[in-house]
Every structure is written in structure tokens, then in C-alpha cells.
């Protein structure tokens, strides 16, 4: 069974930058596709990026140009880089798993990591 666990969340003044990993324990992601799903308080949860297995990249056209996703089939990793960041970019994010990348960004993955907090503020 596959673990997710985020990390490199944590407060950023607007314009700064941060980066997020996912790691997973259970299973190598090398062959899954990974989304990273952000939810700020009081919305429903969307998706802003996904890489497909064979490294496809997805990103949400709301975030494009300053979020990348990027992974290291070596070390089981998937990172969110995150750039020029906004106070509306403050939301928990979360990387899933055991699903497939789409345009749409449906919430469709059955492996959740427990989710990393990043607030932008000054």
C-alpha cells in the first residue's frame, strides 16, 4: 500500500518561492502518475498540477508559468515547485496517488498524503 508524506510547506511573503515534495513509502512512484490538489479554507478542493508516469506535466492554467511539477524517479519524489507566490496561493496542499493525470484536475486518485500547509502573508 502506498504512504504519501508532503513536506516543505510553511510561510512565504507574496513574491516568494516554495517547494514541495511528496515522498512515498509502500511503493516507488516511478511508475504512478502524482497530482498535487491544494484547499484553502472555506473552497473545495482543486487540483493545480499532475505528472504522469512517463513524466507528462499538467499544470492549471491559473498557476501556469508559476507553479512547476517535476519528479526524481530515483529517490520516489515528486515536487511542486511554486514561484512568485500569491496570498490566494494560501491553501493545504496535498499529493495523491493511484490515478491518472487529466486536464481536468478530477479529484480521482484513491492515495492522499496527509497534506502540507503553505500561507502566503506579509
Known amino acids: 500500500q502506498v504512504h504519501l508524506v508532503e513536506s516543505g510547506g510553511g510561510l512565504v511573503q507574496p513574491g516568494g518561492s516554495l517547494r514541495l515534495s511528496c515522498a512515498a513509502s509502500?511503493?516507488?512512484?516511478?511508475?504512478?502518475?502524482v497530482a498535487w490538489f491544494r484547499q484553502a479554507p472555506g473552497k473545495e478542493r482543486e487540483g493545480v498540477a499532475c505528472?504522469?508516469?512517463?513524466?507528462?506535466?499538467y499544470v492549471r492554467d491559473s498557476v501556469t508559468g508559476r507553479f512547476t511539477v517535476s519528479r526524481d524517479n530515483d529517490k520516489s519524489l515528486v515536487f511542486l515547485e511554486m514561484k512568485n507566490l500569491k496570498p490566494e496561493d494560501t491553501a493545504v496542499y496535498f499529493c495523491?496517488?493511484?490515478?491518472?493525470?487529466?486536464?481536468?484536475?478530477?479529484?480521482?486518485?484513491?492515495?492522499w498524503g496527509q497534506g502540507a500547509q503553505v500561507t502566503v502573508s506579509s
Open positions: 495523491a496517488t493511484e490515478g491518472y493525470c487529466s486536464s481536468s484536475f478530477k479529484p480521482d486518485f484513491l492515495t
Open positions: 509502500g511503493a516507488t512512484l516511478r511508475y504512478y502518475h
Open positions: 505528472i504522469s508516469n512517463e513524466s507528462r506535466e
